[in-house]
C-alpha cells in the first residue's frame, strides 16, 4: 500500500487542470442589445469559485477513457479533431457530467460543469458591460483573427491556450468550441432568476451551453450570448471546461447589490 500512494498521489496531480480563482462578487448579467433570452439585464451574485484556465483537452479527456474504459467520442480518430491539445468535441452533457464525477473520485475534488451564471461571470473578467472579454470591438478586428480563421479553425478547433487570455487569465472562454454548462436552458429564465447564485429551471429539455465556436462565421461569440441544445447531441463543436467548488468556513457576508 505504501509504495502505491505516491503513485496515486502523482496521478491526481496530473489529473487536476489548471484553475483559475473566481473571486465573488456582484455582476449585471444578460445584453440589453442581445437576443431576447439575454434580457432582462439583472444584478447577479456569485460565490467565489475555481475554473479551469483551459478547455478539456484530448489529453486530458484520454485519461478518463482509459481509467473508465469508456468509449471515444465520435470524433476522436479524426485528424482534424485528434490533436492532444485541442479541446475534446463530440461530448454530450451526460459525458462531460461523468468526466466529473470520475475527476472527483480521481482527485478528491469537487469538479462540475459550471453554471451559465458562472461561466458569463468569468468570461467578463471584471469588465462590467462590455460586449466581448476585451471590450466591444468586433472580434474581426482583433490582432491574429484572421490568422487563426485561416488556420485550425478551417476545419476544427485550435489547440487551447494560443491566444490571449482574458482579464482572468482564462483561454478561449467565448471562442473555439461552445462548452456545456450545468443548468437546463430556458429562454425566459432571467425574468424570474433568483439574484444569487442562480442555477437554472429545475427541469428541461434542452442543456444550456456558453462560448463560440470554430464553425461559425463570426468564430468569438459575446459575453451574454446563450446556446443549448438537447444533452445527448454530440457535435464537433461542442466541448467542456471543469469549475471547482471552494470551501467556505462559516458563513458567508454578500454585500448589498448596485443598482
Given at each position: 500500500m505504501e509504495e502505491t500512494q505516491p503513485l496515486l498521489r502523482a496521478r491526481a496531480e496530473e489529473y487536476i487542470p489548471a484553475l483559475v480563482r473566481i473571486p465573488a462578487g456582484w455582476f449585471f448579467m444578460g445584453c440589453d442589445t442581445g437576443q431576447d433570452n439575454e434580457r432582462p439585464v439583472h444584478p447577479v451574485w456569485i460565490d467565489e469559485f475555481l475554473l479551469a484556465a483551459c478547455q478539456v483537452t484530448n489529453i486530458d479527456y484520454?485519461?478518463?477513457?482509459?481509467?473508465?474504459?469508456?468509449?471515444?467520442?465520435?470524433?476522436?480518430?479524426n485528424p482534424a479533431f485528434?490533436?492532444?491539445?485541442?479541446?475534446?468535441?463530440?461530448?454530450s452533457w451526460s459525458e462531460a457530467s461523468h468526466y466529473c464525477e470520475w475527476l472527483n473520485a480521481s482527485t478528491g475534488g469537487k469538479f462540475r460543469l459550471p453554471t451559465e451564471a458562472e461561466w458569463e461571470r468569468?468570461?467578463?473578467?471584471?469588465?462590467?458591460?462590455?460586449?466581448?472579454?476585451?471590450?466591444?470591438?468586433?472580434?474581426?478586428?482583433?490582432?491574429?483573427?484572421?490568422?487563426?480563421?485561416?488556420?485550425y479553425?478551417?476545419?476544427?478547433?485550435?489547440?487551447?491556450?494560443?491566444?490571449?487570455?482574458?482579464?482572468?487569465?482564462?483561454?478561449n472562454m467565448c471562442d473555439n468550441v461552445h462548452e456545456w454548462c450545468s443548468d437546463w436552458y430556458a429562454p425566459g429564465y432571467y425574468a424570474v432568476s433568483p439574484e444569487r447564485n442562480p442555477r437554472g429551471p429545475e427541469t428541461g429539455e434542452r442543456r444550456a451551453s456558453r462560448g463560440g465556436s470554430w464553425r461559425h462565421?463570426?468564430?468569438?461569440?459575446?459575453?451574454?450570448?446563450?446556446?443549448?441544445?438537447?444533452?445527448?447531441?454530440?457535435?464537433?463543436?461542442?466541448?467542456?471546461?471543469?469549475?471547482?467548488?471552494?470551501?467556505?468556513?462559516?458563513?458567508?457576508?454578500?454585500?448589498?447589490?448596485?443598482?
Open positions: 484520454g485519461h478518463f477513457l482509459r481509467d473508465t474504459a469508456s468509449l471515444p467520442p465520435p470524433f476522436w480518430s485528434n490533436h492532444p491539445e485541442q479541446p475534446v468535441v463530440g461530448v468569468a468570461a467578463r473578467g471584471g469588465r462590467e458591460g462590455a460586449l466581448f472579454p476585451w471590450g466591444d470591438a468586433p472580434p474581426q478586428s482583433l490582432r491574429g483573427y484572421a490568422d487563426r480563421c485561416a488556420g479553425w478551417k476545419t476544427g478547433p485550435e489547440p487551447v491556450a494560443r491566444a490571449e487570455p482574458n482579464a482572468y487569465r482564462l483561454y462565421h463570426i468564430k468569438m461569440s459575446r459575453c451574454a450570448a446563450r446556446s443549448s441544445i438537447p444533452p445527448e447531441f454530440k457535435y464537433a463543436d461542442y466541448g467542456f471546461r471543469v469549475a471547482c467548488d471552494v470551501t467556505i468556513a462559516g458563513p458567508q457576508q454578500f454585500p448589498e447589490r448596485r443598482e
